[in-house]
């Protein structure tokens, strides 16, 4: 079983940044995919970041140049830095990882981009 629990969420105005973490039970698990996703009011759950194990990154389109997807393999712990956030950006950010072959989800950090 794995855990995983984010933080960093809050109320910003547009242009400001924020930094989601989101840490993992289990530090000696070795999990390849993590991610980040999000979900508007309304809206389907989207992709925003993904990270495998040996540093590649992939970005949706819309956050392309405005956030960054890190990890700690060590601690499997991913981050999210976003930076320029815009209104659009509100949403309930999810963390993702799979591990042996299942998925695993967070419990949502909210973050709320006021304009």
């Known amino acids: 079983q794995v855990q995983l629990v984010e933080s960093g969420g809050g109320l910003v105005q547009a242009g400001g940044s924020l930094r989601l973490s989101c840490a993992t039970s289990g530090s000696r698990l070795s999990i390849n995919t993590m991610a980040w996703f999000r979900q508007a009011p309304g809206k389907q759950r989207d992709l925003v970041a993904s990270t495998l194990r040996g540093g590649s990154t992939n970005y949706a389109d819309s956050v392309k140049g405005r956030f960054t997807i890190s990890r700690d393999n060590a601690k499997n712990t991913i981050y999210l830095q976003m930076n320029s956030l815009k209104p659009e950006d509100t949403a309930v950010y999810f963390c993702?990882?799979?591990?042996?072959?299942?998925?695993?989800w967070g419990q949502g950090t909210q973050v709320t981009v006021s304009s």
């Open positions: 993702y990882a799979t591990y042996l072959g299942t998925p695993y």
